[in-house]
């Protein structure tokens, strides 16, 4: 059993339901006011916790640009982007970061967020953040995941494209500089990804390969690859989030609106809650519903020493006489006793 830990009233593991995560991305739009309106919206959603994303442009790339730095994929929502322009208008400042954690709290969920580089990670420290989270494409920057292990708070990595070798060298390194709960997110690196993409059964083979709690970052439309993951042993679900995606953004395509992430916490946990044990013969709360089984009744008045017949037997609802199965059985014996029209049978008149 992969081991569970809490993180503060939350647990995160199977014997506790979905911890779903709100990322605000850049998705603020560049308005502190807005940021906080997501905050607000999202806690009003029900999420477990609120993820921002903390980096300038300056400490994630170089303002560049040669070919190297520029977007080229016609796939990409960022097509043509020069990456320093990119990162410049996604960014959320970090003097808003004290306040959105302020807001998160004062609202009763946690607040947390992706660090890109050394110096963002002890900022985030200094903030007091309760985890940390390694995003996809960070999952090959052994260096910033040892500097996140060694403050010793919970960590979440989304593995994104990573090898099974990069997994281990990244699981590996956190652990040898002291990280111990730690969380993996199976991850499409599209933006937005095809459902199609998703590969969802890579989540049970990563919690028996990896030992670790699993997870997933989904950039897929709508809820249900998020809610499928559950069933399948996903603990933690991280989906973007905004308040219109008509009103545009640079993740706005691919993030859920209030009333959807309201579905999704609700019908993760639903899911959670059906995924249950290995049952067989029906629950305490379908007993009632055996009455509604057929089973042998006569269908007209039987003298004793009658022969049973198709003419004089019925297999009909309900279900609170001689079960089916013993239909053979009594056809051609005679009746033991007189039976009356509707009577039950019992186990002595066969």
């Not at 996903?234 to 953004?249: M, P, Q, Y």
């Not at 309900?318 to 006793?337: C, H, I, M, N, T």
Request: with cysteine; glycine share 8%; hydrophobic share 40%.
């Amino acid at each position: 059993m992969t081991p569970s830990f809490n993180l503060g009233s939350r647990r995160i593991g199977r014997d506790a339901a979905p911890f779903v995560i709100a990322e605000m991305s850049g998705n603020h739009n560049g308005s502190k006011e807005r940021a906080l309106e997501i905050v607000r919206a999202a806690a009003e959603c029900g999420v477990d916790c609120l993820k921002f994303q903390t980096y300038t442009a300056d400490t994630i790339t170089l303002n560049s640009t040669r070919d190297d730095f520029l977007i080229n994929d016609p796939k990409s929502l960022w097509n043509g982007r020069q990456l320093h322009d990119l990162y410049d208008e996604a960014h959320t400042p970090w003097e808003w970061h004290a306040e959105l954690f302020a807001e998160a709290a004062k609202h009763g969920v946690l607040a947390f967020s992706t660090p890109f580089d050394e110096t963002a990670v002890d900022f985030l420290n200094d903030l007091g953040v309760p985890m940390f989270k390694i995003a996809s494409f960070e999952m090959t920057h052994l260096p910033l995941i040892a500097k996140v292990a060694r403050t010793g708070k919970p960590m979440i990595m989304s593995t994104g494209m990573a090898t099974v070798e990069e997994i281990e060298q990244a699981l590996a390194t956190a652990k040898s500089a002291g990280g111990k709960d730690i969380v993996l997110l199976k991850c499409t690196s599209q933006y937005p990804a095809n459902a199609a993409d998703a590969n969802l059964m890579t989540i049970p083979d990563m919690m028996d390969r990896f030992g670790v709690q699993v997870g997933l970052s989904d950039h897929t439309a709508g809820t249900g690859v998020a809610v499928a993951s559950i069933v399948l042993g996903a603990t933690v679900i991280e989906k973007h989030f905004t308040l219109d995606r008509n009103d545009g953004g640079v993740d706005s395509a691919f993030s859920l609106e209030p009333w959807e992430m309201r579905l999704l916490k609700e019908e993760t946990t639903r899911a959670w809650h059906s995924t249950g044990q290995v049952v067989y013969g029906g629950t305490e709360n379908e007993a009632s519903s055996r009455r509604f089984r057929q089973s042998i009744y006569p269908a007209r008045a039987i003298a004793e020493g009658e022969l049973f017949s198709r003419d004089n037997l019925r297999i009909c609802r309900p279900g609170l006489s001689l079960e089916p199965r013993f239909f053979d059985d009594l056809l051609g014996k005679p009746a033991r006793r007189a039976i009356e029209f509707g009577e039950r049978l019992t186990q002595s008149d066969l």
